[in-house]
């Protein structure tokens, strides 16, 4: 019961913040319950006795868990892949080798070597093209595109 006085707590502040332009509640959201473990959170909604709540306070209740819901969306539709695995050192393939690999010409890396973030320049001249950061780019390349 304790736990859903404390989700009580925490919902209150987040369903309030810069509620009707009251700028006494903006960054109330900034509490001392940013960092509460999700699974006491969930485990204070399933305690939840809502059966026998009064009805005007499952209004508030249900508009927090919307805009939670919409902002655990969010994080989940804009998080990093996972860091890859180190698979050993980086390989370094000539420009013509690379460039065959995402399907561009010796001719495109060259000219747009600044803003391609696989090729390395070896020297003052010679370019290389990372492996690693070669297969990195079109991981990401292949998501943006979904």
Partial sequence: MAVARELGAVMAPRASTG???RPEYVGT???RYVDMDPASVV?????LDLAHAPREAL???LAACAATEARIAVRLATAEPPAPVDAGP???LTVREGAAR????AQYVYEHQATLPFVVRVGTRALRISEVRLTRYMANRSRTRL
């Fill in 19 to 21: 509620a009707m332009g």
């Fill in 29 to 31: 959201a900034e509490s």
């Fill in 43 to 47: 485990a204070a909604l399933e305690a």
């Fill in 59 to 61: 209004v508030p209740l």
């Fill in 90 to 92: 980086d390989r370094f």
């Fill in 102 to 105: 995402v399907g561009m010409t």
